[in-house]
């Protein structure tokens, strides 16, 4: 048996084990068919799955994946233990029976041994599974780390549906929807918000313009799954055209450049500025009050440039192809 709460979503085709669970709020969207989950395995509240052609994802059978994680086309082996929030980044490859802590983000291409213990932002392997890590993995399944053949089960469901996503009203406050933009049907929006033309609110997503100030959205801007979007009293939150703001991410208060991409589980704070065609990398923490020139590629936790962007950012394989 395959349980997939009510408030999950998949989106397009997913090959899944018998025994998975997909919980509440967590996003699955597999743009080519190109994600497999294996037997038993869990994937916890609010986090996303995407995968695609140029990086598919494969996740074995009896791993757990922690709540708010996140996995853009990467490979996980058997009876892994994913900490909350971890991030996976594009063609990134976990061994069998490996942990990692919360937090941890996993960089593109990162190849982790067996049984590694992996902790940081980046990540590092810190050591090898001892005999109590062992037991903790087997206690958590029930005493049974035994693998059972693989029996695949296809859901297949249109990424678009035919119902869009909820707007409120706040006071005497409604959401403004430009022509062409398409709201997944689990995003919400409610209050001072205005969405220009051909924009995407992916599955899960909240917008929230509850009286603090104005949350003025562009044009051909993507807002990925699992994002919040919100502002501090007296601010104002301008995501301008062309935009892109990876799944997880949470921007607050603060103005966003033209053509800027932000990658997943990133956190932007209340008061800052990030200038044109900049790019910031997964998982950073931009502060309140900071400031970004256009082209910067910014980084860290607390996020820094580390370095300037030649020509236009370029797309990432987890955007949403529009039609």
Request: with cysteine.
């Amino acid at each position: 048996m395959i349980r997939i709460a009510e408030s999950a979503r998949v989106l397009g085709k997913l090959r899944i084990g018998t025994g998975a669970y997909i919980a509440q709020g967590t996003v699955v969207r597999s743009m080519a068919g190109n994600i497999q989950i294996g037997n038993n395995s869990m994937v916890l509240e609010n986090s996303v799955i995407v995968g695609s052609r140029e990086f598919p994802v494969d996740i074995g059978s009896k791993t757990v994946f922690g709540h708010k994680s996140i996995v853009l086309g990467a490979s996980i082996g058997d009876l892994c233990e994913i900490g909350n929030k971890t991030i996976f980044m594009p063609g990134s490859k976990m061994g069998t029976m490996c942990i990692t802590g919360e937090g941890t983000l996993i960089p593109t291409g990162m190849i982790i041994p067996q049984e590694s213990v992996v902790v940081g932002r980046p990540a590092k392997v810190i050591r090898r599974l001892t005999k109590e890590d062992q037991a903790m993995i087997k206690k958590m399944r029930g005493d049974d780390i035994s693998l059972s053949i693989y029996k695949e089960n296809i859901i297949h469901e249109a990424m678009r549906g035919d119902s869009m996503g909820t707007l409120y009203h706040y006071r005497d406050k409604y959401p403004e929807i430009g022509e062409n933009t398409y709201l997944y049907d689990s995003s919400e929006i409610t209050g001072d918000v205005k969405v220009g033309n051909n924009t995407v609110i992916g599955a899960g997503v909240k917008i929230i313009g509850d009286g603090h100030g104005p949350v003025i959205i562009g044009n051909n801007v993507q807002i990925l799954e699992n994002c919040v979007l919100h502002l501090l009293p007296g601010n104002q939150l301008i995501i301008h055209d062309n935009v892109v703001i990876g799944p997880g991410s949470i921007v607050h208060g603060t103005i966003v450049g033209e053509g800027t991409v932000i990658e997943s589980g990133s956190l932007v704070c209340d008061y800052s500025e990030i200038g044109s065609n900049c790019l910031v990398k997964a998982g950073s923490l931009v502060k309140q009050r900071s400031y970004f020139s256009d082209n910067a590629i910014i980084e860290g936790y607390p996020a820094k440039e580390i370095g300037k962007v030649e020509g236009k950012v370029r797309m990432p394989a987890w955007v949403i192809r529009t039609p």
